[in-house]
Structure formats: C-alpha cells, structure tokens
C-alpha cells in the first residue's frame, strides 16, 4: 500500500501524457463498454424499418443513406451538471458585471463560447485582449492583439471593470506561443494593475491548491496566499474571493467550509475580485449576486 501514492500520481501523469497527444483513454475504455449495445440498437432500427417498407405515408426517415457514426459513450451520461471551474466563474463574473453595469468591459483570455457570451447576451460593450488573433464578423466587440506580459504593448487606455480569467497561470509556459517566463504571472498581474482603473474593479480566477505547483506547460497552480501576496506587490487588494472545490462545488467567501477544505485541496479555482489599494470604493461582492 505504501507505493499506491507513486502508482497514482504515475497512471494519472501517463493518462494526461495520452490526453496531450489526443488519446482519450476514459472515452476510449467507457465507449469498448458499451460497443454491443451500439450493434443491439442498429439492429432494432433495421428490423423496425422492415416494418415501415410498405407504407406510403412513411415519415420515419427509414428509406435514408445510412452511414456508420458511433457515440458511444454517452449512453448512460447524465444530462448535465452545475459543477467545474468554468460554470461557476463565468456566471458568478458574468452576473457581477451584469450588476455594475461599466461602460466597457475588458477581458483577457475569457472563453468565447461561455463568459463571453453571458456578456453579450445582456448588451455589454466588450473589449477583448489575446495574444492570438481573433476573426470577430458578427458581434460589435472590439478586439486588440496583445502579450500581457510585455509592458511595450500596453494600451493608453485605463478601465474600470477586467477579467483574465483562467488565463494569468498559463503565462510565461509558452503554451500559446507567448514567451516563457517563469515570472509571466506577476508581469501580467502587473500590467493588469496599470490597466486598472484608480476605483476600477478586476476578476481574476486560476488554479488553486493547498501548496504552490508548476504542471509544464499546462498551467501553474497557486496557494491563495501566495496568490494574494502577488496582487499586494501589484498594489492590489483582495476584496471578495471565492472557491471552486475540486469536486466542483461553489464556496463564497462567508462559507465555512473554504477553510476546512483548503489543506486537501489538490486543483480548485480561486475566483477573486480585487481593487487598488489606495481605493476608497466597496465593491459589490460575490453573495450579493444571488
């Protein structure tokens, strides 16, 4: 039992190592499971469609090419969760926005097809910022190309409502063809703080543990405290935070709980909601979004 530790942590770094190269062992192993009940299916379709032959009001789609398409590991998924680092941040951001109302919103890194879009559905004038292009042909987003960690290409502009979210641990690894840096993170945060409005608000979320990790090139991992130590060399301050456990789970920053789980905690997200220092604003916080 003792060597169950280094056999874990060894199958879970092979099962990511097949995941880099596009192999996706737990849909692989859960569709072998339900291969049969693939073919049992195609054959209740084709003797059901016999049946159908005759009839000449048949609408049953049963006179179609078919073409052989397996999914099979979907059989006995559920139909959803309300779990992940991505649901809950995204809507808790999305909605605190939504709350304040700034005139523009900046947002490094965000997920287009998630956060952004909750942004887009309530009329929000959005500024985008990526190192990579983005090809932008029907919503009015304004879009700037930029490396967050070069303060050469910084904008003039100060704003009072950021996010980079899930996007400061990947700085500086080189994942997006961006320099490495083992410092990327604290010149982001930086030039976050520069972008920063004097009584502006920034999210910022990425992923936390009980002690401080590097998994190359994946993303950094970060002690909160460690984390908040950063934003205050930034001249920023913490005013809300909130914990995806690594069950998924939701915690904001009055339950009880984070504490108690914060010693186990392995890969959770931390969602904070900081400000300058030197600011006299009390910001909306994140219970106050529900």
Not at 6 to 22: H, T
Not at 56 to 70: E, G
Not at 159 to 177: D, F, Q
């Amino acid at each position: 039992m003792k060597y169950f530790p280094m056999i874990k942590k060894s199958l879970i770094a092979l099962y990511r190592l097949l995941q880099a190269y596009g192999f996706q062992p737990l849909i692989f192993f859960r569709s072998l499971r339900f291969t049969h009940l693939y073919v049992k299916h195609i054959l209740q379709y084709f003797q059901a469609s016999q049946s159908l032959i005759n009839d000449k009001l048949d609408l049953s789609f049963s006179h179609v090419s078919f073409r052989i398409w397996p999914i099979l590991h979907e059989f006995k998924s559920t139909a959803g969760n309300f779990k992940g680092h991505y649901f809950h941040q995204d809507i808790l951001v999305a909605k605190h926005i939504f709350l304040s109302k700034p005139a523009i919103h900046l947002d490094f890194g965000g997920k287009i097809d998630s956060f952004i879009a909750h942004l887009i559905t309530f009329g929000q004038q959005i500024i985008l910022g990526d190192i990579r292009p983005l090809s932008l042909t029907r919503y009015s987003i304004e879009n700037i190309v930029l490396d967050l960690m070069s303060d050469s290409s910084l904008i003039n502009t100060r704003y009072s409502s950021i996010s980079c979210l899930h996007s400061i641990e990947h700085m500086g690894l080189g994942r997006y063809s961006d320099p490495v840096d083992p410092n990327g993170h604290i010149r982001a945060i930086s030039n976050l703080a520069k972008l920063l409005a004097n009584d502006g608000v920034l999210y910022l979320s990425v992923p936390i543990a009980s002690c401080n990790r590097i998994d190359f090139n994946a993303h950094r991992v970060f002690q909160p405290s460690y984390f908040e130590r950063v934003l205050q060399s930034c001249g920023l301050s913490v005013r809300d935070f909130a914990l995806v456990d690594d069950n998924g789970d939701l915690h904001l920053s009055d339950d009880l709980t984070i504490s108690a789980l914060m010693p186990s905690l392995d890969y959770g997200c931390g969602i904070f909601l900081a400000t300058h220092t030197s600011s006299r604003m009390s910001p909306r916080l994140f219970r106050d979004c529900f």
